[in-house]
């Protein structure tokens, strides 16, 4: 199969509905995707992209999904053949989830750091500062974004032996990496509302390191805190509120490859259908010393092909806002 690399739907600020929806097609009706679905032993949805769009989120339900409603970590691991594994691995490769693109332009507005699991974190802070002081220029603010979600023993451990210490949630988590990466003690700002439960609280944190632009660490309320903790589109637009986003501002986002499809396309729907504003999003590149002292977790053909699931459910949700 080729792995040439399927775009994603643009994110330039101002880009149409119309282009966006053709964005969403051509991902979504790509022969690496149509592949990995025959091999599954599915058979491609008819009509509209709608509803093909429903059809293989209830097929990755089906054979994807290996959450079942867990946290990643928690994910099954399936046993697949060497063929399948192959398939996989260059599926992922060809829909964006392996490959660390470098940023399209020299200068943004914003730059959003993720928040994610513990190493990620601390990975993707260290990415955002390496950015910010040789990469790009950063016109506004670096904004880091969290949640209140409890760290499991296994997160941990793992800051446990990259010396990392008094760290209970993921906010944390990104707290002690903004200040290790960016060279900061102490806020200049914070501000935010304890509440009854975890899911309506928040924080925001603001650090000025020196020549840099300023960075803010922000947990989010969730929208839903009968049902849920704080996802990443209530942090993003969250987010867009305290920082008063403007129609043309051109954002950078970082996270993880795997993660790039479905958070990119969280982003246009949270961010740039309402704003206008731009979205640029790019993985973590694993090469570089300065991400090197918290080493990312294997990632297995289960693990993609739950994230190509997410990018599914992702792009379906976009799809739905144009219209």
Do not use: K, N
């Amino acid at each position: 199969m080729r792995t040439t690399e399927v775009a994603l739907p643009a994110g330039a600020a101002g880009t149409s509905a119309g282009r966006l929806a053709a964005g969403v097609r051509t991902w979504v009706e790509s022969p690496p995707l149509r592949a990995l679905v025959g091999h599954f032993g599915g058979e491609w949805p008819a009509g509209d992209v709608s509803a093909v769009l429903a059809g293989l989120d209830d097929f990755s339900a089906r054979h994807w999904d290996f959450r079942q409603g867990r946290e990643r970590p928690d994910a099954r691991e399936p046993a697949f053949d060497p063929a399948t594994v192959g398939l996989v691995l260059d599926s992922a490769r060809a829909l964006g989830l392996v490959r660390a693109d470098p940023p399209a332009r020299p200068g943004y507005a914003h730059l959003l750091v993720l928040g994610g699991l513990a190493h990620a974190c601390l990975r993707r802070t260290a990415y955002a500062a390496h950015l910010a002081r040789a990469v790009v220029g950063v016109a506004g603010e670096v904004a880091v974004l969290g949640s209140f979600r409890a760290l499991s023993p296994a997160e941990s451990r793992i800051l446990a032996e990259a010396g990392v210490t008094g760290c209970a949630t993921e906010v944390d988590v990104l707290d002690a990496g903004v200040r290790a990466a960016f060279g900061v003690s102490a806020p200049s700002e914070e501000i935010g509302e304890d509440a009854d439960h975890p899911h309506r609280s928040w924080s925001s944190r603001t650090y000025r390191p020196a020549g840099l632009p300023p960075v803010r660490v922000l947990a989010a309320p969730s929208t839903e805190p009968d049902r849920r903790r704080a996802h990443t589109a209530d942090t993003q637009r969250f987010w867009a509120e305290h920082v008063r986003l403007c129609a043309g501002d051109a954002v950078l986002m970082v996270t993880a490859p795997i993660y790039v499809p479905f958070q990119h396309c969280d982003a246009l729907r949270t961010l740039a259908v309402p704003y206008g504003c731009g979205i640029d999003t790019v993985g973590v590149d694993p090469a570089l010393a300065v991400v090197a002292g918290v080493p990312e977790p294997t990632l297995t053909p289960g693990r993609y092909l739950q994230e190509i699931r997410s990018a599914i459910r992702s792009l379906r949700a976009l799809h739905a806002a144009l219209r």
